[in-house]
């Protein structure tokens, strides 16, 4: 070691630290599949804080243990250890990096925040088909403008909106998801279809109006990186993109009650066509039944006529019949 000048080796430390932490960062497989395009934002923003934890990970554990081999007690040696003080530009450098980082990696999250609609929720309801007033303020801090009218107030909601680039705009999809204890219930407003489970086409805009009929519960499809709280009597927004045909577990993820861990279902993301014949085959079951799909309507039968097949079942017939009312 003392053979090779200090600069280069904290040149060469760095380099391998920094190697490492990249290959870390982006190889660390600790996510589900990726099924929907607000999940590689969300991911890049994991990756990058991966590659920084460990990177700080290594520089301070390295530290620990070079101490600790470097710096122990050697045989027969029982001095003090040196009376070290502060360092004022070390304690500056250690202040200001960390602060540097998260103060990055802050700017980054309100980036990808608005990305994923977190500034626009609620700019389009179908209950009331208008748009809330947006202002300048209203959409920089997701909230109704001072001196708004009071109906607009009512009309707010939390959660994810419409990207960017299709702010005010409609989704292609639109579902109510209501949370109960302890189920979800799916219903479709335009086809009127009600399902315990989600179905969505691929690659189009989806938006759900997440409601709570009881308790507090959470929407959560750890595939999608998408959560949202389902809150009685405020409406939640969740606009998001399936990217990947396939089944995705759908889970609570607020501990609402006795059985809150069964409290799962799953998002059915159908190909366009699958999609389509899914909706027409829901609304045929959903079709009345007519009446002449009936055998028979009782209220037009007799007392004997009605009783007949239950008779028979009980074996008695009409010769049974006479000899006990003889
Ligand atoms: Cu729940």
Not at 146 to 162: H, I, Q, R, T, W
Not at 197 to 216: R, T, W, Y
Not at 246 to 257: I, N, R
Not at 289 to 311: Q, S, V, W
Request: hydrophobic share 45%.
């Amino acid at each position: 070691m003392k053979q090779i000048p200090a600069p280069l080796l904290t040149l060469t430390v760095g380099v391998v630290v920094t190697l490492v932490s990249l290959w870390v960062g982006f190889n660390h497989g600790l996510l589900p599949e990726q099924a929907s395009a607000q999940s590689v934002l969300v991911d890049n923003f994991f990756d990058v804080m991966m590659v920084i934890g460990t990177a700080l990970f290594l520089v301070v554990e390295g530290a620990i243990l070079y101490s600790v081999i470097a710096f122990r007690r050697r045989q027969g040696d029982d001095t003090d250890g040196l009376p070290i003080e502060g360092n004022l530009p070390l304690e500056a450098f250690w202040t200001a990096i960390p602060a540097i980082i998260v103060i990055g990696l802050g700017i980054y999250s309100v980036q990808i925040f608005q990305d994923m609609g977190g500034f626009t929720p609620g700019d389009r309801m179908p209950d009331h088909g208008t748009m809330i007033a947006q202002s300048p303020d209203a959409s920089l801090s997701g909230l109704v403008p001072e001196g708004a009218e009071p109906e607009l107030l009512a009309k707010s909601v939390y959660g994810f909106g419409a990207p960017l680039e299709k702010e005010g705009m409609a989704a292609d999809v639109e579902v109510n998801v209501s949370g109960m204890q302890y189920a979800w219930i799916f219903t479709y407003p335009e086809s009127g279809i009600v399902d315990g489970e989600l179905h969505v086409p691929v690659n189009a805009d989806v938006q759900l109006n997440i409601s709570a009929q009881d308790v507090i519960h959470s929407f959560w499809v750890p595939q999608f990186r998408l959560k949202q709280d389902a809150i009685p009597g405020k409406d939640t927004e969740l606009r998001f993109v399936a990217t990947k045909v396939g089944t995705y577990p759908v889970v609570c993820a607020e501990l609402c009650g006795g059985y809150h861990g069964a409290m799962r279902t799953q998002v059915i993301v159908h190909s366009p066509s699958d999609y389509q014949s899914w909706l027409q085959s829901r609304i045929a079951q959903a079709e009345p039944t007519t009446p002449e799909a009936i055998a028979m309507n009782p209220t037009d039968m007799t007392d004997t006529e009605y009783l007949a097949p239950y008779g028979a079942e009980m074996e008695i017939d009409h010769q049974l019949l006479a000899h006990l009312a003889h």
